[in-house]
């Protein structure tokens, strides 16, 4: 049986890209090679301009591209040319149907997709950027990634070389055909997420994952296990686009324990210099200073051993007297919102493995997703702040003024800590943490052993509610002065009457915050 190399002379490709880049040249040299070039409208202008020698789909399809371009490579003439099969069971059969309609084959495909991310991005109104939805390119891809055991499919500049070597091997052509489907259900993915309401959980979805660039991550949690960063379609992250000054690449673990501290530590107001260590995702010391540098030793302070290669967070530039403050301290991440001249040079002389990371502020919005096995768990992200809370006094003590302002720094630690948990503060400082005790009382207990003699006279705050008054009585036999619990448990009236009992304070905020 004739093989389709036999049958047709010359090999023809079809090219139609929104990224030009390296295009002429590649095409150029598939001239150079033989092949005739197909095009349609900029890319055909692009390439007539460079004097390389290419026919206008319009002159193979006989019909001329109608709507403002919107229907031009929809055609027999290019969908039969492309799918057509030539492999020996079916070659005879689709190459003579070919020749009956007068249609050609295409062997090679090359097409990337209008700018319809970059339309989004840029702010363009909603007609603009339904007008970068690309109809005919998803077409062809699917079509020739289909076909791929007879035609070539590049979505990608970077694989146009291959294109040109003398031969293609069946690993390589499937290769590029899963890459094109993906490219094809990424842009998807990006229009659904355009078109979709953005706090809506809809029946059916399609995330769109890229992989970061420039990153490279040596394992995941742990040496045996592969581990990667992707981004979630051109949504942007202040830990994700940070820009890492100094240190060693950023690992699996580092970026989940950064981008932690980098969220509590934004929601301090701006007028407060505050300074969040985590370790293994949970604060371990937060405190307020006058200063980053007050605020980083009174962070530090504040539990010395958990501190030791842990993540810091700032919310104010670092200058040179923060930076040498940290002398003596192990640390694995030091991320703030800027790093001034002196601080970078003296860190890169004295902790050059430290990854000193530059980043914008948060701007939490949107979904968030956690793994299961063969599944994802979907929720709008926990956006509630202190200010959106009406807290109630349920007993007779009212809380001071300090005890106040003890209570809310205590509640942003919380929010942010993993269940179950306690937090204990006394003037604008952590002194006690329990996080993520499987037993509210064993978090407590936690706390109270953390903070020691410095437990009297703070304040204590937990997530969720008590079943029961244990916490309370504990907290209350250490000298803890006010307590802040969300309420709504079912004995709140015998947990209210034990604070009173003991003269202490209790706010209830009415919002629980659970973080598993």
């Known amino acids: 049986m004739a093989t389709a190399q036999t049958v047709q002379q010359t090999r023809r490709a079809l090219i139609s890209v929104s990224d030009k880049a390296g295009v002429i040249d590649f095409a150029r040299e598939l001239v150079q090679a033989g092949w005739e070039v197909l095009s349609t409208g900029g890319t055909l202008s692009a390439l007539t301009a460079a004097g390389v020698q290419a026919t206008s789909v319009a002159d193979v399809t006989g019909f001329p591209e109608i709507m403002d371009g919107r229907v031009k490579t929809l055609h027999p003439s290019i969908h039969g040319g492309i799918l057509a099969r030539r492999d020996e069971a079916n070659a005879g059969a689709h190459l003579a149907e070919l020749a009956r309609h007068g249609i050609e084959p295409i062997d090679l495909v090359c097409v990337n997709l209008y700018p319809f991310r970059e339309t989004v991005q840029s702010g363009a109104d909603h007609g603009a950027v339904i007008e970068n939805i690309d109809i005919g390119g998803p077409a062809m891809i699917r079509a020739a990634a289909k076909n791929h055991a007879s035609v070539l499919i590049l979505v990608?500049?970077?694989d146009y070389p291959l294109a040109l070597q003398q031969s293609v091997t069946v690993g390589d052509r499937q290769r590029l055909a899963a890459k094109a489907f993906a490219h094809t259900a990424a842009y998807d993915a990006a229009i659904t997420a355009y078109l979709s309401a953005p706090a809506e959980l809809p029946a059916q979805t399609t995330l769109e994952l890229t992989r970061l660039a420039g990153v490279d991550l040596?394992?995941?949690?742990?040496?045996?296990?592969?581990?990667?960063?992707?981004?979630?379609?051109?949504?942007?992250?202040?830990?994700?686009?940070?820009?890492?000054?100094?240190?060693?690449?950023?690992?699996?673990?580092?970026?989940?324990?950064?981008?932690?501290?980098?969220?509590?530590?934004?929601?301090?107001?701006?007028?407060?210099?505050?300074?969040?260590?985590?370790k293994h995702a949970n604060p371990c010391g937060v405190a307020l200073g006058s200063t980053a540098k007050e605020a980083?030793?009174?962070?530090?302070?504040?539990?010395?051993?958990?501190?030791?290669?842990?993540?810091?967070?700032?919310?104010?530039?670092?200058?040179?007297?923060?930076?040498?403050?940290?002398?003596?301290?192990?640390?694995?991440?030091?991320?703030?919102?800027e790093v001034s001249a002196e601080a970078l040079e003296w860190f890169r002389a004295k902790k050059p493995d430290l990854r000193v990371l530059v980043a914008g502020p948060a701007q939490f919005s949107g979904t968030e997703y956690r793994p299961l096995q063969g599944g994802l768990l979907a929720q709008a992200r926990d956006l509630r702040t202190w200010d959106d809370l009406?807290?109630?006094?349920?007993?007779?003590?009212?809380?001071?003024?300090?005890?106040?302002?003890?209570?809310?720094?205590?509640?942003?630690?919380?929010?942010?800590?993993r269940s179950n948990n306690v937090v204990l503060a006394k003037e604008g400082r952590t002194v006690g943490l329990g996080a993520g005790a499987v037993s509210r009382i064993w978090a407590a207990e936690r706390a109270v052993q953390n903070a020691g003699e410095s437990a009297r006279g703070s304040v204590m705050a937990s997530e969720a509610f008590f079943p029961y008054d244990d916490v309370v009585r504990l907290c209350a036999g250490v000298g803890v002065?006010?307590?802040?619990?969300?309420?709504?448990?079912?004995?709140?009236?015998?947990?209210?009457a034990a604070a009173d009992e003991l003269g202490l304070s209790m706010v209830f905020t009415g919002s629980r915050h659970f973080r598993h």
């Not at 990667?228 to 690992?251: E, I």
């Not at 009406?390 to 630690?413: I, K, Y």
């Open 390 to 417: 009406c807290p109630e006094v349920v007993t007779r003590r009212q809380p001071s003024e300090g005890e106040w302002s003890d209570l809310a720094f205590a509640w942003r630690v919380t929010k942010h800590a």
């Open 218 to 278: 040596r394992y995941g949690e742990n040496p045996h296990q592969e581990g990667t960063v992707y981004r979630v379609g051109n949504q942007t992250g202040p830990v994700l686009d940070a820009k890492v000054l100094s240190g060693k690449p950023m690992s699996f673990n580092n970026y989940g324990d950064t981008d932690a501290a980098w969220a509590l530590v934004q929601e301090f107001p701006a007028e407060m210099a505050a300074c969040v260590c985590v």
């Open 296 to 337: 980083w030793e009174r962070a530090r302070d504040a539990d010395t051993l958990s501190v030791f290669g842990g993540i810091v967070a700032l919310n104010r530039p670092v200058d040179l007297e923060t930076a040498q403050a940290m002398r003596g301290t192990f640390l694995e991440v030091l991320i703030a919102p």
């Open 156 to 158: 990608d500049p970077a």
């Open 481 to 496: 002065a006010a307590v802040l619990q969300p309420g709504g448990a079912k004995r709140d009236p015998e947990v209210i």
